[in-house]
């Protein structure tokens, strides 16, 4: 069965840096044709911070997030990296990894970055940054 397991979530003050992590579990290969992490925070609606292409690594980016948030990718460890930089209190949110099934070109500028495509998400891990 496959998992998608995230880690690195914790409280830091606003300009502090974190690592997020999500472990692919039980399969060898990306599942999927785009990685992402996503956001969300009580009282608003779920955001799309950053994906990249499991194949060949092209990136993209929220516009709140650009300069400060980096994502990547260690095949050979099947995990998925979100480094957050220069946080700030709006940052504060439950971050998600997701793994689609189409590539990122063709759903990141969609309406809700083409939700249906995006089929397995990991639990979640919480980040909390005060002023």
């Known amino acids: 069965q496959v998992q998608l397991v995230e880690s690195g979530g914790g409280s830091v003050q606003a300009g502090g840096s974190l690592r997020l992590s999500c472990a692919v579990i039980g399969y060898t290969y990306y599942i999927g044709y785009c990685m992402g992490w996503f956001r969300q925070a009580p009282g608003k609606e779920r955001e799309g911070v950053a994906a990249?292409?499991?194949?060949?690594?092209?990136?993209y980016y929220a516009d709140y997030v650009k300069g400060r948030f980096t994502i990547s990718q260690d095949n050979a460890k099947n995990t998925l990296y979100l480094q957050m930089n220069s946080l700030k209190p709006d940052d504060t949110a439950m971050y998600y990894c997701?793994?689609?099934?189409?590539?990122?070109?063709?759903?990141?500028?969609?309406?809700?970055?083409?939700?249906?495509?995006?089929?397995?998400w990991g639990q979640g891990t919480q980040v909390t940054v005060s002023s």
């Open positions: 997701a793994a689609a099934s189409q590539g990122c070109g063709g759903i990141w500028y969609r309406a809700n970055h083409g939700s249906s495509e995006w089929y397995y």
């Open positions: 990249i292409g499991s194949d060949h690594g092209v990136t």
